[in-house]
């Protein structure tokens, strides 16, 4: 940036006169240019969505996505063939009723002010439940695992897993075999479990994959803890 700025009192007179020159910023040639200059701020913001967890085999037929910029931008798009959105701040919502998502699926929001572009995502994400409970049968069917007391979407096995007031019960656990095999410490002593093999587990939404149920080798009582690693 070069610039000769003319001092009050003196703008009849070139000798009074300052000039400075700065090569990074030969683009600035008024005070205006160089206090945007100072003073600007990249843009900020987020992109989520109503439906960040689902279980494998749900199929969605409509998603809202939510975002907001920290300023007006010059242009903003999402991919996923949504296209150009409002580039004014605040919170909008788009709701996809044309197309069904089954399998993860990221939404990019793509942003530029004028001098920079910015990227903010969010994903869809689809994934299986760890099931565990009791029960006094020898071995379960699917849809007893579906049935045992306890469940949760999760993207592995390891936890900490209670029983409370077993009485003369097994322990099951089911896990989709593709976690791979796990470590068994029941009240802190590492223990073996016996294992089946469920090689087309259907889950409450309709999805399959092999899964593997673990049980207790003998009956338990009481209150326990089992430490899957």
């Given at each position: 940036m070069a610039k000769d700025t003319r001092i009050d009192g003196q703008l009849g007179n070139p000798s009074h006169w300052v000039s400075y020159t700065n090569a990074a910023y030969g683009n600035i040639a008024t005070v205006k240019q160089a206090l945007d200059e100072l003073l600007y701020s990249s843009q900020s913001g987020a992109i989520s969505n109503s439906s960040p967890i689902n279980e494998v085999g749900t199929v969605l037929t409509s998603l809202t996505l939510n975002w907001n910029f920290n300023k007006d931008l010059v242009t903003a798009s999402i991919n996923q063939g949504i296209g150009a959105v409002n580039t004014v701040a605040g919170s909008y919502t788009l709701l996809l009723e044309a197309q069904t998502i089954s399998s993860n699926t990221t939404y990019t929001l793509s942003?530029?002010?004028?001098?920079?572009?910015?990227?903010?995502?969010?994903?869809?994400?689809?994934?299986?439940?760890?099931?565990?409970?009791?029960?006094?049968?020898?071995?379960?069917?699917?849809?007893?695992?579906?049935?045992?007391?306890?469940?949760?979407?999760?993207?592995?096995?390891?936890?900490?897993?209670?029983?409370?007031?077993?009485?003369?019960?097994?322990?099951?656990?089911?896990?989709?075999?593709?976690?791979?095999?796990?470590?068994?410490?029941?009240?802190?002593?590492?223990?073996?479990?016996?294992?089946?093999?469920?090689?087309?587990?259907?889950?409450?939404?309709?999805?399959?994959?092999?899964?593997?149920?673990?049980?207790?080798?003998?009956?338990?009582?009481?209150?326990?803890?089992?430490?899957?690693?």
């Open positions: 942003t530029a002010d004028g001098r920079s572009n910015v990227n903010f995502s969010t994903s869809v994400n689809f994934r299986y439940r760890r099931y565990w409970g009791s029960s006094n049968f020898g071995t379960l069917d699917n849809a007893q695992v579906l049935a045992l007391t306890n469940n949760e979407l999760a993207t592995g096995y390891a936890r900490s897993y209670s029983f409370s007031g077993l009485l003369d019960n097994y322990i099951y656990m089911a896990f989709p075999t593709a976690w791979g095999t796990p470590t068994f410490t029941v009240n802190g002593l590492i223990t073996t479990f016996n294992t089946i093999t469920i090689a087309s587990f259907t889950n409450a939404a309709g999805g399959v994959t092999g899964y593997t149920l673990y049980r207790s080798i003998n009956k338990l009582n009481g209150n326990v803890v089992v430490t899957v690693s």
